[in-house]
């Protein structure tokens, strides 16, 4: 079941462990464990992509709205972290195409 990609693990830590299994009984049916799990989740994830992932700014504003980081983990964690930054930074963009103007081959 390792092997299968997405719900795998997930379902292979669901079936063999049971302090998984109670983690996950407690995240959908406890509304303040689940709110508790979410914002340690966050903490680590802003403390690993800040400076990387994202502006120090965008981290400020990910941990004052639980739905904007939300959003963020869904829908960009699983890039690169460049590709990320870029999809998140505008000032990172325009520097992007600054030095594609500049030294257009790539031999910078």
């Not at 989740?41 to 004052?64: M, P, T, V």
């Not at 980081?69 to 325009?94: F, G, I, N, V």
Request: without cysteine; glycine residues 4%; proline residues 4%.
């Amino acid at each position: 079941m390792d092997n299968l990609p997405v719900v795998g693990h997930w379902l292979l830590g669901l079936l063999s462990n049971e302090q998984y299994r109670r983690h996950i009984a407690k995240f959908t049916t406890q509304r303040i464990y689940r709110y508790q799990t979410l914002q340690a989740q966050r903490a680590n994830d802003l403390l690993e992509w800040a400076g990387d992932r994202i502006s120090n700014e965008r981290a400020k504003a990910l941990a004052a709205s639980m739905p904007l980081y939300l959003l963020d983990k869904l829908t960009l964690s699983w890039l690169p972290a460049r590709l990320h930054r870029l999809m998140t930074d505008a000032q990172a963009r325009r520097q992007l195409v600054q030095s594609a103007l500049v030294h257009p081959s790539g031999s910078a």
